[in-house]
DNA sequence: TGGGCTTACGAAACCGGTTTCGTTTTTTGT
DNA sequence: ACAAAAAACGAAACCGGTTTCGTAAGCCCA
């Protein structure tokens, strides 16, 4: 623990001025002369001056901390996504002086529970919300308290709050798309159920385009998932085991990709030969999967940073109508998808 | 933003008392009223009174706040390891009203500006120092400021400094042992460079196997990666081509075992048949795999526990030589090791 | 020369807690 | 019954910033 920090006082006694005349001259009031700043400035350099960031956000009644709260099965289903997105938003933010805080309660199971916590304690300007359902509870409350919020997806209240989502219906057209021209016409698709309102959509997408194509959608050919690779490959299992088997899957992401091809594999289908699978997220590990999967992506440093200055201009008092934006996926296009059979 | 929250003052008022006695109800002193204290806390209750996180900041002089900053690559390398186990530091802090700060700073190539910012604004307590190496410049300088901080991993200033760590000899040993069991007897390594301290010790802890067996290992089949699954790619690709080709290969970590098991697979060579690969780490898509990954492994939740107690007791005062843990991994016998051909 | 305007700064209050120290009240001892 | 000790609480300082408001000094102009 460091003592010896020299404070606004030592400052201001060290220059003979009052603390108030030094906090305006650092802070570029127009009511103080130049050769005064100057002064402020080279003293505070020469003597190491740095505000104790404590002591501002009780003055200022603000804590310039952003929370982000961990679903409870973070870890296992979107492990590598969730990484890289902390690490963009953790970066786009620092520059304003903004700090990110992960907050985690596996042990309470209600959902609302990490919100109110660090609502109460007064411990951040804002949220993150990722993985948004379409009731959400969580954005109910937010939006009820009014507390400044992005949401990383769409809710069934998009309207009235700020969010950041890829087009998940125009993706998961262009998937399909890319499969009925490899001659495909038996597609199925496994969802992430109600665990995420953007998979809903993205079954549209699939539908729309099957239905373009005049291609039949089979009820039991949808079938619902958790989001979960070890989910995807039971039911894939389920996919594969009658002899009127689709010849591709499109999965709601990755990780249930990853179980689907670990299923293709159990029936002795090989991939791309006798089944194509597409998945959603683009992960890093998916090149290296056997095969590399082909799968829809965009840039998620991108995606942090855009959540980061939406939620940013939130708090500045802007409008959450004015930051919605919608981004589009693009094929990654990599060899877990071929000719039908 | 809240505006109508109610401060110790009010709820002095409210009572007739002054804050002092108030503060001192509420912390549980000893030289106030079992009956006042009684009243007090009816009263905060009722009035649904928190105490405001900033100005407690303030007046103790501490932040209650941990710091980890991650490294440049996070995403790409370690991203499922690091979501778990942030997810545990937070989880274990909680409850002890302390929160995990996260930062990044992609932009600075310096490994140390992350920290001494935090540091200078008097943000954190403590750090979680994340994929240690022998030299490591952020554990030189949290030492010479008298940071507490508990190091993920060890460096060759172990002694001195807090450090939870898995065994990485010992699980060497056992990882090479049960491929000799199997038959093998032409075993190759593919390491972390100096990325990784760990790597060092991993890679001893293969050659006391390798010797105790008798068994010779020729310079070029220990191979220098960067702890990614492309490099490990690159490096297995080397290993396959000649024609005196190991049958076994130990990855310092999962995602290089995957390259590894990609670069077999584009030989020509099947897994486990031809080629056994053992990584370490026990991420969860291990288990999704083609073939199923066997690796070395130990509960990520304990160890963000251990390290976020750990830590605690350190910013209490504790001695960092009290709190020096090695734990012991296991084998996570899959189906990417077996008979040698 | 004196009244009105700027300009540049200081005094003090404030944010909301904690802590030191002193004072009043009650209890105890004889 | 009275002094001494203990118990219970209040006043005020403090943590380190920001902000409101007031004022002295310098300038302009009649």
């Known amino acids: 623990m460091r003592k010896e ?26 009511d103080i002369s130049e050769r005064t700043k100057a002064r402020v400035a080279a003293a505070a350099e020469q003597l190491g001056y740095r505000p104790s960031t404590s002591a501002r956000r009780l003055a200022l009644r603000q804590t ?23 690490a963009a938003l953790a970066d786009a933010l620092s520059p304003q002086g903004f700090d990110l805080l992960i907050h985690s309660s596996l042990s309470d199971p209600n959902p609302l529970a990490g919100y109110q916590r660090l609502v109460e304690a007064r411990k951040v300007d804002g949220f993150v919300v990722i993985r948004t359902r ?21 809710t069934a209240r998009a309207a009235e709050h700020a969010w950041f ?19 495909h016409r038996r597609i199925a698709m496994i969802t992430g159920g ?41 039911q894939g299992q389920q996919l594969f085991q009658g002899p009127e088997r689709p010849t ?37 590990l998916g090149d290296l999967f056997d095969p590399p999967l082909t799968t829809m ?3 998620i440093d991108e995606s942090g940073r855009v959540v980061a200055q939406a939620l940013l201009s939130l708090i ?17 296009q990599r060899a877990s998808s071929g000719c039908a059979p």
């Open 5 to 30: 920090s020299v404070s606004i006082n030592d400052l201001a006694l060290h220059l003979g001025l009052s603390k108030a005349t030094v906090s305006r001259a650092l802070n570029g009031y127009e």
């Open 64 to 86: 310039e901390t952003i929370g982000l709260v961990l679903p409870p099965d973070a870890g296992e289903v979107s492990g590598i996504f969730l990484t890289e997105f902390t």
């Open 134 to 154: 379409e009731q959400d509870a969580r954005v109910d409350w937010l939006l009820e308290q009014h507390i400044p919020f992005v949401a990383h997806g769409r």
């Open 165 to 183: 989502d890829i087009d998940g219906e125009a993706a998961f057209r262009v998937a399909t798309e890319h499969l009925i021209a490899l001659g």
């Open 194 to 234: 109600d665990l995420l309102y953007s998979s809903a959509l993205r079954e549209i997408g699939f539908r729309q385009a099957m239905n373009a194509a005049g291609l039949p959608v089979p009820e039991d050919w949808v079938r619902e998932g958790d989001l979960s690779g070890h989910c995807g490959f039971t």
């Open 248 to 284: 591709a899957v499109v999965c709601v992401n990755d990780a249930t990709a990853f179980g689907v091809i670990k299923a293709a594999r159990h029936h002795g289908l090989r991939v791309p030969q006798e089944v194509s699978v597409i998945g959603y997220d683009g992960v890093a």
């Open 297 to 299: 992506t965009r840039s």
């Open 316 to 332: 500045r008092g802007a409008n959450p109508r004015e930051h919605q934006s919608l981004q589009q996926a693009e094929l990654l």
